[in-house]
């Protein structure tokens, strides 16, 4: 069992920035490949970034490419996701989940573990 709790989310004009946090307890959070994804309104959740147990390995969807870099401390247990250049389009709210899977896996069906979600909202 993994518990994941997500921080940072908030309001931010277009062009800014945030960072956002999540936080692991449980099992052995260096065990736990780590993404983020995101669900706007009306839409399917949606990949955004993945980065593996040692942090060689990332994945970006192409929407967040250049703008956003997931990064992880596998000491604090914590995996976070730099956003820059934010536009309206990222308003979301953005989950954190973990999957023991060893490749960098892109949809929600291949995580077992997730957050409850942080807000992001970009205004234009």
């Known amino acids: 069992q993994v518990q994941l709790v997500e921080s940072g989310g908030g309001l931010v004009q277009a062009g800014g920035s945030l960072r956002l946090s999540c936080a692991a307890a449980?099992?052995?959070?260096?065990?736990?490949?780590m993404g983020w994804f995101r669900q706007a309104p009306g839409k399917a959740r949606e990949f955004v970034a993945t980065?593996?147990?040692?942090?060689?390995?990332?994945l970006y969807a192409d929407s967040v490419k250049g703008r956003f870099t997931i990064s992880r401390d596998n000491a604090k247990n914590k995996v976070s996701l730099q956003m820059n250049s934010l536009k309206p389009e990222d308003t979301a709210v953005y989950y954190c989940?973990?999957?023991?899977?060893?490749?960098?896996?892109?949809?929600?069906?291949?995580?077992?573990?997730w957050g409850q979600g942080t807000q992001v909202t970009v205004s234009s």
């Open positions: 449980g099992r052995t959070f260096s065990s736990y490949t």
């Open positions: 980065i593996t147990w040692s942090g060689e390995s990332t």
């Open positions: 989940a973990s999957t023991l899977l060893r490749s960098a896996p892109t949809t929600a069906n291949e995580y077992n573990y």
